[in-house]
């Protein structure tokens, strides 16, 4: 194969040309396909028709191991139930839906946060895609950042935020969740990418609920500042999903968000992770 790279914004965002997901992986290519990656945060690879879930496993553990999928067994399809793939969509089987997230748009959020080690890495491919809508948008939060005014860094550094979520919210309308009954784990507000070295904002609007050892009222006031930040335009690439889409994103340093689409057209996306040994490191 001859690997090529196409950028697709100034905020992030790569193509890959030249890949069949489907065949090996040399180890020339994977490292260039892994250095696009972690250079832009976003890697699509477009046209891979009928790929199954164990050629996309098969094509993730190039870059690590699988993630376990951590939402509660009772709350998955049981014909589609696994350990390592979910199911994003609307698509109903039996009067329920076969996957997670089913209708409508999702808050600004990154994977598994509310973990002591969050996945790196989150993957999915497209099956059934909307005529109108559905698109996955990504913001670089190095870019963020770097544009956050300097006595805030200052103010921030150091200090570590309280992640939590409860399986299946999409919009989170209410002021906290309940930490008895949903994972939560703290950790730094300014991250350190533990392989560029780079340091980038690890908060998000659906996850992160407080400044860990800050007044309520300040810590929402400066959340809310960098959620309204974090939603900017110029740090943002949005996804046009078409079906046979793969598409693979850095949890460390991006947030990702769902637009709305009509609740009538069928979307399924299949997502699989890759997990991280690397414990979460302040900048």
Known sequence: MAVKINPLSNACGVEILGVDMKADLSKADTRKIYQAWLDYLVLVIRDQQNLTPADQKKF???FG???????????QHPKHASDEIMLVSNVREDGRVIGAHPDGEMMWHTDTPYLRNPHKATTLYGVEIPRIGGNTQFSNQYMVYEALPAEMKDKLAGKQAMNCYEFGTTIKNFEKYDRDAVPHHPHPIFRKHPETGRTA????????????????TESKEILDEIYELQRQPQFVYSHKWEVGDFVMWDN?????????FPRDQRRLLRRVTISDEAAVMAA
Not at 201 to 216: A, G, K
């Open 65 to 75: 191991k699988i993630g376990e999928y951590n939402r509660p067994k009772e709350r």
């Open 252 to 260: 460390r340093c991006l947030l990702h968000a769902r637009t709305d």
């Open 201 to 216: 904002v690890y908060v998000c609007p659906l996850m992160t609920e407080e400044i860990i050892e800050m007044d309520e």
């Open 60 to 62: 993730c553990s190039n």
